[in-house]
């Protein structure tokens, strides 16, 4: 029986790892920042140097904080995160562009006559916010050198040497045939990228060789991008049952099984994890910003962080008149116009901050009912609750927003760090081959449920008028 894991979580703002015992459950945390940059033009970069520096020094911490050992390591990704690197050497050529990066839209104009194709072939819309539009952006822009990736080949490579993708990360890239499992030839020349030398796509649980980076030499088993990672430590397999994560923005996912389905209702088709060659597939829709617009309310002053949504919103009965449409990286999922900007409507004398902090979570909250309804739609399965995780589900108001909102319940979950979890199951399941999913996965306690506490009507009414400012954005000419 294996014994504990070290689950590392590298995400957008930093990285969190646990020590995850399967008798005791999680004995060990630590993190380490990272610190996005924003520049013009709808940059994001990351340094990657600090992205394996945050990986190593959080695994370190959780390590030191267990008091004890592991039997292997799990690495979660950020899943569209990309940079272009030296395979001899590992040395970055490029910064880390970064998810949210709106850079390579030209890229993704040029190839609009192609979007169904590329859409039906790989299950993703036609979007900069996906891998593939960014490494060709990379590729006309910055260098021609190396080989260009996502971040999670270039930091498995710096800890074993390796040069691997899971299948699900590499099906965040829009270059992988969704049906085979495979990178498509077809996908790839459409970017001008049929030459560029890819990793391997592998299964989420595995041998990908072993790191001395944490101490000792230890095998790394376990890989798997973030999304999907939590969705199977939610174990929301259900089909009446989704899972939203609340951090730098806000992702909802949904499981479909052993096929992938692609709807029709603007939603993301992908790959689930592929655990013993036997690939499980997943609904996706996203909000671009959560977490990073709370942060944008800070750095105005309204606020003076996430912990004041709460005192601050709670200071007025309701939003005052104010709609926010928080697109301030543009909209995801279902509409696809990541060229849209937020607006924040019906503000008069007697705004106050609370108005604003109530708006926004009523803009938030609204943009994963457009999710959930998708889901149902494309499932032909109303939900019967959504399970939730991520920083900002801290906030009582937010939560109750979007149970309001929904009419159906949210469960919060009892463990905040539910990517590392999900990753340190595969990392369970790669050293244990013997081990099945179901006995690798947490069970799950929600630490508190919301209910909605308005009728139908009034949630149609406050649903009606947000999509009616997202409407006007939508026509603006």
Known sequence: MTGPVLAVDQGTSGTKALVICPERGVIGTGSAP????????????????ELLASVIEAGRRALADSGGTVDAVGLANQGETVLAWN????????????????????????LAPRADELKQLT??????????????????????????????AWLVHQLTGAFVTDAATAGRTQLLD??????????????????????????????????????????????????QAALLAQSALDPAVAKCTYGTGAFLLAGTGATPSR?????????????????????????YTAASAVRWLTDLGVISGAADLDPVGSGVPDSGGVTFVPALAGLAAPWWRGDLRGSVTGLGLDTRAGHLVRALCEGIAAQVVELADAVAADRGTPLSVLRVDGGLTRSALLMQTQADLLQRPVEVSALPDVTALG?????????????????????????AVYEPRIGPDEAADRLHTFRAAVRTLVERP
């Open 34 to 49: 990272v610190r996005p940059r924003y520049g013009p033009g709808g940059a994001v970069e990351a340094d990657p140097a």
């Open 87 to 110: 395979p001899d050497t590992g040395r970055p050529l490029t910064d880390a562009i970064v998810w949210q990066d709106r850079r390579a839209a030209p890229v993704c104009a040029e």
């Open 123 to 152: 299950g993703l819309p036609l979007d900069p916010y996906f891998a593939a539009p960014k490494m060709a952006w990379i590729r006309r822009e910055l260098t021609r050198e190396g080989v260009v990736t996502t971040t999670d």
């Open 178 to 227: 969704l049906d085979r499992v495979a990178w498509s030839p077809a996908a790839l020349d459409a970017y001008g990228l049929g030459d560029e030398r890819l990793p391997a796509v592998v299964d989420a649980a595995g041998d990908f060789g072993t790191t001395g980076a944490f101490g000792g030499d230890l095998p790394l088993t376990g890989l798997l991008v973030d999304q």
């Open 263 to 287: 709807g029709s209702g603007g939603l993301v088709s992908c790959v689930a994890w592929r655990l013993g060659g036997h690939t499980a597939y997943c609904l996706d829709g996203q909000v």
């Open 423 to 447: 990753v340190g199951a595969v990392a369970r399941m790669g050293a244990d081959p013997s081990l099945p999913a179901h006995r690798a996965v947490p069970d799950w306690k929600p630490a």
